[in-house]
């Protein structure tokens, strides 16, 4: 929500003439305004800050509005968006309220109508706001800003992120690659006192080392051959934002030394500059490395370990929070789905099961291009098992690292198996003795037949998680066939 008294609005249309007097309506009525003409200068805001509603045009020379509605969407679901149009192009405008558009207006704009629909959107989006809070507060958060899952281990990060923003202590993320390490600091800095400046990042890995100290701290004219203008580094530019530094641990150790010192005076000097330059900035690294096992042996600095580790955050991988794949799957698909104008709107059990079964060595960015490469491969409405790449719906045999969680793995080696009609202890003594995976094995056949093939109730009464019950089901080859089947 804005600081502001009834909000933040970001006007974009082509049209100079128009964008003045929307902005004059609009600021009229009692609303902070940011104006841009192209679906470029849209994009910069939402680098730079938030909004309470967007006003947007159908056509803008650089992009459509519809598809700009899409991008909007996918990042900011709830953000009321109003479409501008021309009459001609009412029923464009008609077509982007299926896809989620909150209303539109047609030029030349009625300022009443105006000024009552962003009443209406901006009350309503804050509305909304309160409740999915509300919600997440009583049950547990599903996503927070551009993070998705609702596993216990990334609840502790949410309340992390909340409590660390509102400061300026220096954060490490680590954690494998693909994990989301880059969305946990950005989701800092958006709930931080700088998330209304863009935030700076700089990936150590992807800089040479001859580079990398004009890439920090810039340089001067003249200051070596190639140097025809100065040039403004990444810790100048982050004053009163955040500096990101990804993949820290890849910064050369003669480095690590100035940096130190910067973390320590907060100035420096640009290359062959005179002028020390003091700013205010907050630092978060990442990196999916062992921080403390490249201090043990000597590539990274103790002393700069200590400065920027105040506040550590260990983002999981994936096969540690098996739960989350449905979830994470399902969002994936809805945005390559509109992205790509497909209409697929599910994914079938059985490819989630393969989901469930593979263990994800690149994570949840791993996840993601599996599922973009499904819907940009094949067509339909349903994601099925043969449209998910060999490797994954035909893993390696044998057992998957990270299956079950310590507590998942305690819980269900003490599920007790009853068998469906009781005996007499003759009747027992006489009856042979079963393994302990078949009597597992009858217990979920015998569940799943008394719940009509219902995985949830399954679940529930066998005290398992949905991924052991996915995986047991295929261990066993336990076939569900359909719910009729069972009856």
């Not at 509102?166 to 989701?187: C, H, N, Q």
């Not at 990398?212 to 403004?232: C, D, H, N, P, V």
């Not at 700069?304 to 399902?330: G, K, S």
């Not at 529930?460 to 569900?480: N, V």
Request: net charge negative; aromatic share 6%.
């Amino acid at each position: 929500m804005s600081d502001s008294t009834n909000g933040t609005v970001f006007i974009i249309d082509d049209d100079l003439d128009l964008l003045r007097l929307l902005g004059r309506k609009v600021g009229s009525a009692g609303y902070e305004v940011e104006t841009g003409a192209t679906g470029a200068d849209l994009n910069r805001l939402f680098a730079h800050r938030k909004c309470d509603a967007l006003i947007l045009d159908v056509n803008l020379p650089d992009a459509d509005g519809v598809d700009l509605l899409r991008e909007v969407h996918d990042s900011e679901p709830e953000l009321p968006v109003i479409l501008a149009t021309a009459h001609a192009n009412v029923e464009k405008a008609v077509e982007a309220m299926k896809l989620g558009a909150y209303d539109f207006i047609v030029k030349p704009v009625d300022s009443t109508r105006l000024e009552i629909l962003l009443k209406n959107a901006i009350g309503h989006y804050h509305l909304t706001r309160k409740v999915q809070d509300l919600e997440s507060k009583l049950s547990g958060r599903k996503r927070f800003g551009e993070i998705i899952g609702a596993n216990k281990q990334l609840q502790l990060i949410y309340s992390v992120i909340e409590n660390v923003s509102a400061s300026d202590a220096s954060v490490m993320i680590t954690g494998e690659s693909g994990t989301g390490k880059e969305l946990v600091a950005r989701a800092i800095h958006r709930l931080s006192p700088r998330g209304r400046r863009e935030m700076v990042d700089m990936n150590c890995a992807a800089i040479p080392d001859a580079l990398m100290e004009s890439e920090l701290f810039g340089y001067e004219k003249g200051a070596f051959t190639g140097a025809i203008q100065r040039y403004i580094g990444c810790c100048e530019r982050s004053d009163q934002s955040t500096l990101f530094l990804d993949e820290i641990c890849e910064m050369p150790f003669q480095i690590q030394a100035k940096l130190l010192r910067f973390t320590q005076e907060r100035n420096f000097f640009r290359l062959a500059g005179r002028e020390r330059i003091q700013v205010d900035c907050r630092i978060i690294s990442a990196t999916n490395k062992d921080p403390w096992k490249e201090v043990q042996e000597n590539r990274f600095r103790e002393d700069l370990y200590y400065r920027i580790n105040v506040v550590p955050i260990h983002v999981p991988p994936l096969r540690e929070r098996r739960d989350d794949i449905p979830m994470l799957a399902d969002h994936f698909l809805q945005k390559h789905s509109s992205q790509n104008r497909k209409s697929f709107d599910s994914i079938s059990e059985d490819a989630i099961l393969a989901f469930y079964q593979y263990d994800w060595p690149g994570n949840v960015r791993e996840l993601e291009n599996a599922v973009a490469q499904a819907v940009v491969l094949h067509n339909g409405k349903t994601i099925t098992l043969d449209m998910i790449a060999s490797h994954i719906r035909n893993p390696e045999t044998g057992e998957k690292r990270g299956t079950e969680s310590p507590a998942e793995g305690e819980r269900n080696r003490s599920v007790e198996f009853i068998p469906a009609q009781s005996s007499t202890p003759a009747e027992s003594d006489q009856a042979p003795v079963k393994p302990m995976w078949q009597r597992e094995k009858d217990a979920i056949q015998e569940a799943l037949r008394f719940f009509h093939g219902n995985i949830a109730e399954t679940c529930e009464h066998l005290e398992m998680s949905r991924a052991t019950l996915y995986r047991k089901l295929k261990k066993y080859r336990i076939d569900r066939g359909h719910p009729g089947e069972w009856a």
